[in-house]
Every structure is written in C-alpha cells, then in structure tokens.
C-alpha cells in the first residue's frame, strides 16, 4: 500500500537514527514538545475547522466508537488476569485498546481518505483519551487515593494540547470567521510536519526498548488491538446507516492502529510492568506494519 509505506519509513529512519547515534531520551525532549505543542494540535486544529455543520450524528458515533475501546481495554485487563510475572493487568488492558491515534491517527486518516477524515479522527481521539486516562487511575489507584489520582487525570485532559486544539477549531467553525492567510499558511506548514517528526519520533522510542521476547499473553492483547478491534468497529457500523462512510472508515483505522506509546510513557510514570509496555509498543507496531495494510485495503469493501 504505498499510501501507508511512508508511515513506516519515517518509523524506520527514527529506530535507524537512535542505533547509529545512541542519543538518549533527554536530546528527544525538543523534538517532542515541538510535536506535542505544535505540529499536531496545527494538524487537529485544520482539520476540525471544517467540519461539516451537518455532523449531527456525533454524539452516537462516538458513544460507539468509545465503548468498543472501553471493551477491548477489558479484555485486555482480563487476558492480563492470568499472568504470573506480576505484570499489571491495568498495562495489559492498555496494550489491548489504546491505539496510537496521537502520532499515527489524525495524519494517517487524513492520507488515507481525504482532509474529512481529520475531524472524526480528532474527536475520536478526544473521546478515547478521556476514557482513558478516566480508566486507567481507576484500575491502578491504590486504597484513598482514587480521588486525588481523579482529579490528577481530569487536570491532564483539560489541559492537554490536543483537546484544546480541537475545542478551538469547534469554536472557529461555529464563529463563520476565516483564518487569515498569514495564520493559515504557518498552521499548514506546522500541519504537514506532523506525521513525519511524530513517526520520527515513535522510531527513537522504540529502537530504545527493543528488548524482550512476545509471550502469549502479550501477543493475545496485541491480536485484540490489531484485529478484533477494527472487525469490533466493522460490526457495530455495519447495522448504521447514519453515519458518513467517511466517518466509519475513520473508525475502522483509528482502531486498527497499533498501542500509542503513551503506553510505556504512562507505565513508566507509575512504575507499572515497564518492560511489558515498551515490547507493547515495539511489537504492536512492527505487526501492524502488516495488519493495518490489510484493513486499509478491506476499507473499499466496506459501505
């Protein structure tokens, strides 16, 4: 799928990178706050701004797509049970549901099936977010902490960058205004940065945790993200008939998406099965370079 290969050769040049040079996470800090602050909340705020004013079944799309992430974060949980390493069933749970709709979702989608792809993408992005970061204090939260760990993760969604990008662009759309072309053309520029150094910067990442084997476990929460995820997303849509096509097949490859490495930053934060999170993310990517072909390739059968 040549619409896809750049995805992964920007990946790829990141893990080649960090083995030829061996630069550690701090020299990375630069890179990622010019991708967290800038280049894609550009890229969610360009694409949010045109959405179309007749995206009345929003509600509905999301209330579905967000419940089929919420059930395979479960199944995850519940495949992580059963281990006897310790690990945390919490971090399994991630492994299984939290797709990389960050760094790979918006700028994907959008190569993939158009600029309209960008504002399900966003909001998707923005639903599973605060499932998540709802869930995971919940699940980890140890006894008298749970609301101090509430509020913690409430303060991160409000604040985050992403979501306030996309809450901007809502209110630009519905204001009828038009965005000078001396703002319009560096947000297009930062907007078109945004896959490249994103995946640049995933490749950095994993090359510096590549270590570990897939045991089942692992490999059995990956098959949930890689595969019955999308085929989840297919099967609740396919009873739908007012929902855009668009919007769907936006779905389908937001959940085909391998785990987001704020799995391992999220493990790490609280010390949780550290070394399961990184081979989460390395694996899930390296197989998605030959799932998420196949579904994108599935969308031109679907609706």
Same mark, same amino acid.
């Given at each position: 799928?040549?619409?896809?290969?750049?995805?992964?050769?920007?990946?790829?040049?990141?893990?080649?990178?960090?083995?030829?040079?061996?630069?550690?996470?701090?020299?990375?800090? #630069?890179?990622?706050?010019? +991708?967290?602050?800038?280049?894609?909340? *550009?890229?969610?705020?360009?694409? @949010?701004?045109?959405?179309?004013?007749?995206?009345?079944?929003? =509600?509905?799309?999301?209330?579905?797509?967000?419940?089929?992430?919420?059930?395979?974060?479960? !199944?995850?949980?519940?495949?992580?049970? !059963?281990?006897? !390493?310790?690990?945390?069933?919490? @971090?399994?749970?991630?492994?299984?549901?939290?797709?990389? +709709?960050?760094?790979?979702?918006?700028?994907?989608?959008?190569?993939?099936?158009?600029?309209?792809?960008?504002?399900?993408?966003?909001?998707? =992005?923005?639903?599973? @977010?605060?499932? /998540?970061?709802?869930? #995971?204090?919940?699940? /980890?939260?140890?006894?008298?902490?749970?609301? *101090?760990? %509430?509020? *913690?993760?409430?303060?991160?969604?409000?604040?985050?960058? =992403? +979501?306030? *990008?996309?809450?901007?662009?809502?209110?630009?759309?519905?204001?009828?205004?038009?965005?000078?072309?001396?703002?319009?053309?560096? %947000?297009?520029?930062?907007?078109?940065?945004?896959?490249?150094?994103? %995946?640049?910067?995933?490749?950095?990442?994993?090359?510096?945790?590549?270590?570990?084997?897939?045991? $089942?476990?692992?490999?059995?929460?990956?098959?949930?993200?890689? &595969?019955?995820?999308? /085929?989840?997303?297919?099967?609740?849509? $396919?009873? @739908?008939?007012?929902?855009?096509?668009? #919007?769907?097949?936006?779905? &389908?490859?937001?959940?085909?998406?391998?785990?987001?490495?704020?799995?391992?930053?999220?493990?790490? $934060?609280?010390?949780?099965?550290?070394?399961?999170?990184?081979?989460?993310?390395?694996?899930?990517? $390296? +197989?998605?370079?030959?799932?998420?072909?196949?579904?994108?390739?599935?969308?031109?059968?679907?609706?």
């Amino acid at each position: 799928m040549i619409l896809i290969a750049p995805f992964f050769l920007y990946i790829l040049a990141g893990v080649l990178a960090q083995v030829l040079l061996r630069h550690d996470a701090v020299q990375q800090r #630069w890179l990622d706050a010019f +991708i967290y602050y800038v280049a894609l909340p *550009a890229l969610l705020f360009q694409s @949010v701004r045109m959405v179309p004013p007749n995206a009345s079944s929003l =509600f509905g799309f999301l209330l579905i797509t967000t419940a089929l992430t919420g059930a395979m974060f479960a !199944t995850g949980w519940l495949i992580g049970r !059963t281990n006897k !390493t310790g690990d945390s069933p919490a @971090v399994f749970g991630l492994a299984a549901s939290y797709s990389n +709709i960050g760094y790979m979702g918006p700028a994907l989608t959008v190569a993939v099936l158009g600029p309209e792809a960008g504002a399900p993408a966003a909001f998707i =992005f923005c639903a599973d @977010v605060l499932l /998540i970061f709802t869930v #995971w204090p919940l699940v /980890i939260g140890a006894s008298g902490h749970g609301p *101090a760990r %509430l509020m *913690a993760a409430a303060r991160k969604v409000a604040t985050h960058p =992403f +979501i306030l *990008a996309t809450l901007l662009a809502l209110l630009f759309a519905q204001s009828g205004l038009t965005l000078p072309e001396v703002l319009d053309k560096p %947000l297009t520029g930062f907007q078109n940065s945004a896959a490249p150094t994103a %995946l640049f910067s995933l490749g950095l990442t994993l090359a510096r945790h590549r270590d570990g084997a897939l045991d $089942a476990r692992l490999g059995a929460c990956l098959a949930v993200k890689l &595969i019955c995820h999308p /085929i989840a997303v297919v099967l609740a849509f $396919a009873w @739908v008939s007012w929902v855009d096509p668009v #919007w769907i097949a936006t779905a &389908i490859i937001m959940g085909a998406l391998p785990p987001a490495a704020n799995v391992y930053v999220m493990a790490r $934060a609280e010390g949780l099965s550290v070394p399961l999170s990184a081979r989460a993310v390395l694996y899930g990517t $390296a +197989i998605s370079a030959l799932t998420l072909p196949v579904f994108i390739y599935l969308l031109s059968f679907v609706g």
